[in-house]
């Protein structure tokens, strides 16, 4: 077998170019597929994920069902049940198993990087790291499934895509103990522990529990929204919201409260009606201490303390807190009724003076007196009866004796 090829070569001081040093020539090639090997131990290994069988080898571990062609690789294998790490950094200490693990490690220090790409010139410290790197360009996928046949340029991304198959959940939290099938979606789960945003907004400042959040975020700020339904022609700004929009013409609602039953069409709806249930308000006023159970609530509510109104009206100028007190508001000019008593037929602006309506029907008295126990079906007519009170004179004295249950 031929020596490999030294890439940090040193001759009279001078340091090769490492993209010039000829690369090894792959004289193996795979009968059932394209796949092409530098090294005929490579093929059989490749070989067995077509036919199914595997080559016995000579030197076979005694702790797990994996066997090796020469006795250092089995040495090396040994390390992972014995956790020895003989190999150590010079530099900061960390140890590795293996000896070519810890060349590559040093290169993390001396930011050598002397592997590169003959397609486009990327340059990497380890050759692992280039091989699969290469796959990008030649399409190359040599692991294949067992279960549905799909093939990956990674060996890793098809331990992840089989666990699909089998169902297996490795990785666990250890705050609320759920499982996970992939380190990654365990490390994104933290960050819903640890409140861990690591990715910013350059133009806001905003910050995301992860990547996709963020790019999710940023169509706020350039507007683009390139996800269209087919049915109503409405455009999203992402995938996933436009999966939820469809929910709106097909009825689905997949999500379903083991309270009370109610269902609804996103998850995150479902987690914020629970909030009914339990009670949480996890969103605080830092002024006067209310909390709510939407982040947007407070954020209507710092207007009552900013005196803040954004939404203006384009025929009188008038300015409102909310978007929806300006819509109720533009009803007066357009004098539009969109809300129906379903018993008189009267109609009203708001859906809040239609709900007030009701009660002349239901003759149901929601708001109470403090003083006399009277009640009333508006709260304007509770406001009046006050004045009532107000006359009388100042010496009545409320019992402040407690009620022994």
Same mark, same amino acid.
């Given at each position: +077998? &031929? &020596?490999? $090829?030294? %890439?940090? /070569? *040193? %001759? @009279?001081?001078?340091?090769k170019d490492v993209s010039r040093l000829p690369t090894k020539r792959k004289r193996f090639s795979c009968t059932f597929c394209k796949s092409t090997f530098s090294m005929k131990s490579k093929l059989m290994a490749h070989t067995c994920k077509h036919t199914g069988v595997q080559a016995k080898q000579p030197y076979p571990c005694t702790l797990c069902n994996y066997e090796f062609s020469c006795e250092s690789k089995l040495i090396s294998h040994m390390r992972t049940h014995t956790g020895e790490k003989?190999?150590?950094?010079e530099i900061c200490g960390s140890s590795f198993p293996l000896k070519s693990t810890l060349k590559g490690h040093v290169r993390l220090h001396s930011g050598e990087k002397p592997f590169s790409c003959e397609f486009c010139g990327n340059s990497f410290a380890d050759e692992s790291n280039l091989r699969r790197h290469i796959r990008i360009h030649t399409g *190359?996928?040599?692991?294949?499934? *067992?279960?549905c046949g799909n093939s990956f340029s990674l060996q890793s991304s098809l331990k992840r895509h089989i666990r699909i198959h089998t169902g297996e959940k490795p990785y666990q939290c250890k705050i609320c103990a759920v499982l996970f099938s992939d380190e990654s979606h365990l490390k994104r789960h933290m960050r819903m522990h640890t409140n861990e945003k690591p990715y910013s907004c350059e133009t806001c400042e905003s910050s995301f529990p992860t990547k996709s959040s963020l790019k999710v975020h940023m169509a $706020? #700020? %350039?507007g683009q929204k390139p996800f269209c339904c087919d049915i109503c022609g409405s455009s999203l700004s992402n995938e996933s919201n436009l999966k939820i929009h469809m929910r709106i013409h097909s009825g689905e609602k997949p999500y379903s409260c083991e309270v009370c039953g109610s269902s609804f069409s996103a998850k995150f709806t479902l987690k914020v009606h629970m909030r009914i249930h339990s009670g949480e308000k996890p969103f605080s006023c830092e002024i006067c201490e209310s909390s709510f159970s939407l982040k947007s609530t407070l954020q209507k509510h710092m207007r009552v303390h900013t005196g803040e109104k954004p939404y203006s009206c384009e025929i009188c100028g008038s300015s409102f807190t909310q978007q929806s007190t300006l819509n109720g508001h533009a009803r007066i000019h357009s004098g539009e009724r969109p809300f129906s008593c379903d018993i008189c037929g009267s109609a009203f602006s708001r859906q809040t003076h /239609?709900? @007030? #309506? +009701?009660r002349v029907h239901t003759k149901e008295n929601v708001f109470s007196c403090d003083i006399c126990g009277s009640s009333f079906a508006k709260k304007s007519r509770l406001k009046a009866h006050m004045k009532v009170h107000k006359n009388q004179p100042s010496n009545i004295k409320v019992s402040k004796k407690k009620i022994k249950c």
């Open positions: +077998m &031929a &020596a490999p $090829v030294r %890439t940090n /070569l *040193e %001759t @009279s001081g001078k340091q003989p190999f150590s950094c *190359e996928k040599p692991f294949y499934c *067992e279960f $706020v #700020h %350039t /239609l709900r @007030s #309506h +009701m």
